[in-house]
T-cell receptor, first 114, second 111 residues
Framework: DGGITQSPKYLFRKEGQNVTLSCEQN?????MYWYRQDPGQGLRLIYY???????QKGDIAEGYSVSREKKESFPLTVTSAQKNPTAFYLC?????????????FGPGTRLTVL | GEDVEQSLFLSVREGDSSVINCTYT??????LYWYKQEPGAGLQLLTY?????DMKQDQRLTVLLNKKDKHLSLRIADTQTGDSAIYFC???????????FGAGTTVTVRA
């Protein structure tokens, strides 16, 4: 089955610790994305990558970092610099061609910082 | 993308039609999408419409696009309890394949 997996589903961390969220896809998509979802605010783009070894900041990149060493993987690190990291994080991927952009989403990771 | 706005809540009786509305500000939008998110899950694409179309129908779903007013709507006929979810509209614009999402409309279906 093709799809996107995110792990873990729930994650708890103490304030001041860095934490890395995993995202893997086997859809052979070039583009991958990280979104943050907070109640009533929709999805906000954190980082995106159109191709291996390249990525760009989205609208709310401060306090986050990413890498794209493999086509299949796009891990997100939430650093201690992120002031309010508790949220639901969604990873997505798509074929990066043209204006039509159907994004396929993973099941999400709910991060709670204590 | 520019701002995409949606009302936050909609309550509908089972069997009735639901209409979810969305407005966008970027007149150059090429594609507009409707995504569905069930509780605690990721988003799934429900349907989309290209900007040169006024209407698209897919089984129980009807999408209407009014480009003059920059207004998009999703009608769900014969709404069922399984339709309870958050619905997001989103847009892409030429030369920018990123999606701009609205805040989402939470649809609650009551018996």
């Amino acid at each position: 089955d093709g799809g996107i997996t995110q792990s873990p589903k729930y994650l708890f961390r103490k304030e001041g610790q860095n934490v890395t969220l995993s995202c893997e896809q086997n859809l052979n998509h070039d583009a991958m994305y990280w979104y943050r979802q907070d109640p009533g605010q929709g999805l906000r783009l954190i980082y995106y990558s159109q191709i291996v070894n390249d990525f760009q900041k989205g609208d709310i990149a401060e306090g986050y970092s990413v890498s794209r060493e493999k086509k299949e993987s796009f891990p997100l690190t939430v650093t201690s610099a992120q002031k309010n990291p508790t949220a639901f994080y969604l990873c997505a991927s798509s074929i990066a061609q043209g204006s039509y952009n159907e994004q396929f989403f993973g099941p999400g990771t709910r991060l709670t910082v204590l | 993308g520019e701002d995409v706005e949606q009302s936050l809540f909609l309550s509908v009786r089972e069997g009735d039609s639901s209409v979810i509305n969305c407005t966008y500000t970027d007149s150059s939008s090429t594609y507009l999408y409707w995504y569905k998110q069930e509780p605690g899950a990721g988003l799934q694409l429900l349907t989309y419409i290209f900007s040169n179309m006024d209407m698209k129908q897919d089984q129980r779903l009807t999408v209407l696009l009014n480009k003059k007013d920059k207004h998009l709507s999703l009608r769900i006929a014969d709404t069922q309890t399984g339709d309870s979810a958050i619905y997001f509209c989103a847009e892409t614009t030429p030369g920018d394949y990123k999606l701009s999402f609205g805040a989402g409309t939470t649809v609650t279906v009551r018996a």
